[in-house]
């Protein structure tokens, strides 16, 4: 293998995706770069995605076909893992199995690999289930990758980044994440990597597919687990807010959980409640009488009592400098 063409792992989760995967597989087969291994984890579908398989690794014996192991949780993110684990390549690229790649995705990206480069990202455009494309994004060229990313303000999808392998050796996906798992992962490997060199590439390279009307469902209904991952995911950041005593940040994740607190009481979610107030209570530290009593007060009253447009005002706009 060439230092100037390396083997890139492409590492595909599915679940129940075979009307979609078959074209996702072909976008794969279309790319103009060519020393790459597909790998496909099955998180245990219930359709046709097996013959589907079959029909593809007999067409191309780079595409490979996996089932996750049963004694891995259920979920994208251990099939992900799994598939990583399978894989050989020096650089690796996860996809979805319902996006689409543009003939150079790999090409025009593998072309900014350096020594010192440990992650090339490119832009994408969104496409709905009839692929029209809603929109194309454009990337700035230079960024903070955690400030930027976490405070919504650089757009990126795991099919937007490809990465070099050893900078992944301690940095998968968490397996016990339903729900925010790309937030949780870019956040996370961002902050921890913070002298990462990367490569911004601003060209639409891939499709990728926003299923609006199960957004919309899943958007009508209060999950508690799901609702869980974002405490943790909001916690998270707002404790590397804190570390980074970055005042923009601390505001905006503190509003964030207040808003969660809330939207929790509201669906009698009360465990996930307690815990963001006791959250916060802890991040006030010992001397902080006053404001903790507030916050005490404030998130007790919006249950008890009425007013709740007005205390939920009082609480987000409660100053966030003296958390520590």
């Not at 060519?34 to 245990?44: L, P, R, S, T, Y």
């Not at 968490?174 to 961002?190: L, V």
């Amino acid at each position: 293998m060439s230092n100037n063409t390396p083997l890139v792992s492409i590492i595909i989760p599915t679940f129940n995706r075979a009307h979609l995967l078959a074209e996702t597989l072909d976008s794969v087969l279309s790319q103009t770069y060519q020393n790459w291994e597909c790998i496909v984890v099955d998180d245990g579908s219930t359709d046709h995605t097996g013959v589907l398989m079959e029909n593809f690794c007999t067409k191309d014996d780079r595409i490979r076909y996996h089932k996750r192991p049963m004694d891995r949780l259920p979920g994208g993110n251990a099939a992900r893992n799994y598939g990583f684990e399978k894989s050989k390549g020096a650089l690796i690229q996860w996809f979805d199995s319902d996006d689409i790649m543009l003939p150079n995705y790999l090409k025009n990206r593998i072309e900014k690999i350096r020594d010192t480069i440990d992650i090339v990202i490119c832009s994408g455009s969104i496409i709905d289930n009839a692929k029209s494309i809603s929109r194309t994004y454009n990337l700035p060229e230079k960024v903070n990758l955690y400030k930027d990313y976490a405070l919504w303000q650089f757009e990126i999808y795991t099919p937007s980044v490809l990465f070099r392998r050893d900078f992944l050796s301690n940095n998968l996906f968490d397996e016990t994440i339903q729900r925010g798992q790309e937030t949780e992962f870019f956040t996370r490997i961002f902050f921890n990597s913070k002298n990462t060199k990367y490569c911004i590439v601003n060209e639409p390279l891939f499709y990728y597919r926003k299923h609006t009307e199960a957004k919309t469902e899943q958007g009508k209904r209060y999950r508690r687990n799901y609702r869980n991952n974002l405490t943790y995911i909001l916690k998270s950041n707002f404790d590397r807010a804190l570390i980074l005593k970055d005042h923009q940040l601390i505001t905006f994740y503190y509003k964030r959980l207040v808003k969660q607190f809330f939207k929790s009481l509201d669906n009698k979610h009360y465990q996930n409640s307690h815990e963001i107030l006791k959250y916060l209570l802890g991040k006030l530290g010992h001397r902080k009488f006053v404001l903790k009593s507030k916050l005490i007060f404030y998130g007790s009253a919006y249950f008890l009592f009425g007013y709740r447009h007005s205390i939920r005002k009082k609480l987000l706009n409660m100053t966030v400098v003296h958390f520590k």
